[in-house]
């Protein structure tokens, strides 16, 4: 691969308590481009997203060993508060999570806490409702409660709060999984569109769409990186009998 790495990891082990979940997990993640992490429930897979972004910081029974890198910055750099991280990496949730407020707040907020301009904040607002093609479908009601979009918009509000912080990195866990067929489609399509301006990260169960999204893919199994290559390498030509068995709907 010749892609320049946004986020790595080398000798990545995660223990939850006794219980070693991440094993030796050495990835590079190409920058601008989709990278699906694709295994079993239960492999590791939601742990290994949230180890970019820091989320299990608070945890007091997790252990982290080994290198987690987006450039040539530690992630876990105690010098660097995890605050700084999510600026630079965002996350989207399964489940749409917007905040209890109006569409225009919910954008609004973060820029607000990131000490942004406010004269700046309502062009910053458009700006990500549009990227996040949810502008034409809202822009009449910005006051409404977010909690009043269809579940397809409020995820699509969800992913116009990440994008207005101008992250480097989107991870997004299962962000379809609570979607019609037509949301989730429509997911994808905004998923193609910010590979231009993000390095994005998706977890997924579902086959069909990381051969249509993802530009790289990734097979966790038991904890390790089984394979990593180009989607249509790992899906066309995987170099093992495990990668294989699992593409191919052998076992899941
Ligand atoms: N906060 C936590 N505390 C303790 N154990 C956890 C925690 N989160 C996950 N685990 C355990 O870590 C292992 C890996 O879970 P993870 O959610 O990363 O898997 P996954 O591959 O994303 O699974 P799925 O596809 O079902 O979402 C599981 O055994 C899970 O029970």
């Given at each position: 691969?010749?892609?320049?790495?946004?986020?790595?990891?080398?000798?990545?082990?995660?223990?939850?308590?006794?219980?070693?979940?991440?094993?030796?997990?050495?990835?590079?993640?190409?920058?601008?481009k989709?990278?699906?992490?694709?295994?079993?429930?239960?492999?590791?897979?939601?742990?290994?997203?949230?180890?970019?972004?820091?989320?299990?910081?608070?945890l007091?029974?997790?252990?982290?060993?080994?290198?987690?890198?987006?450039d040539?910055?530690?992630?876990?750099?105690?010098?660097?508060?995890?605050?700084?991280?999510?600026?630079?990496i965002g996350?989207?949730?399964?489940?749409?999570?917007?905040?209890?407020?109006?569409?225009?707040d919910?954008?609004?907020?973060?820029?607000?806490?990131n000490?942004?301009d406010p004269?700046?904040?309502?062009?910053?607002?458009?700006?990500s409702?549009?990227?996040?093609?949810?502008?034409?479908?809202?822009?009449?009601?910005?006051?409404?409660?977010?909690?009043?979009?269809?579940?397809?918009?409020?995820?699509?509000?969800?992913?116009?709060?990440?994008?207005?912080?101008?992250?480097?990195?989107?991870?997004?866990?299962?962000?379809c999984?609570?979607?019609?067929?037509?949301?989730?489609?429509?997911i994808?399509?905004?998923?193609?569109?910010?590979?231009?301006?993000?390095?994005?990260?998706?977890?997924?169960?579902?086959?069909?769409?990381?051969q249509?999204?993802?530009?790289?893919?990734?097979?966790?199994?038991?904890?390790?990186?089984?394979?990593?290559?180009?989607?249509?390498?790992?899906?066309?030509?995987?170099?093992?009998?495990?990668?294989?068995n699992?593409?191919?709907?052998?076992?899941?």
């Amino acid at each position: 691969m010749t892609n320049n790495k946004k986020l790595s990891t080398e000798g990545l082990n995660l223990y939850f308590s006794e219980k070693h979940i991440l094993k030796d997990v050495a990835i590079g993640i190409p920058q601008n481009k989709i990278t699906a992490l694709i295994g079993p429930s239960g492999c590791g897979k939601t742990t290994l997203l949230r180890t970019f972004n820091r989320l299990h910081d608070l945890l007091d029974y997790v252990k982290i060993t080994g290198k987690v890198m987006i450039d040539d910055t530690n992630i876990y750099d105690p010098k660097i508060s995890a605050v700084e991280i999510r600026k630079r990496i965002g996350m989207v949730f399964q489940k749409p999570n917007p905040f209890p407020k109006n569409i225009y707040d919910n954008i609004a907020y973060g820029l607000k806490v990131n000490n942004t301009d406010p004269y700046r904040i309502p062009q910053l607002v458009e700006q990500s409702l549009r990227e996040s093609f949810l502008w034409d479908e809202v822009k009449d009601e910005l006051k409404k409660p977010a909690i009043q979009l269809s579940g397809g918009q409020q995820q699509r509000l969800c992913i116009a709060r990440a994008v207005a912080l101008r992250p480097e990195v989107i991870l997004m866990d299962e962000p379809c999984s609570a979607l019609d067929p037509f949301s989730s489609l429509k997911i994808e399509d905004l998923i193609r569109e910010l590979r231009k301006s993000y390095t994005v990260v998706i977890v997924t169960h579902n086959m069909q769409q990381a051969q249509r999204l993802s530009d790289y893919t990734a097979f966790m199994y038991l904890g390790q990186l089984i394979e990593f290559g180009t989607t249509k390498e790992i899906f066309n030509n995987p170099q093992h009998d495990l990668t294989k068995n699992y593409v191919t709907g052998h076992f899941g």
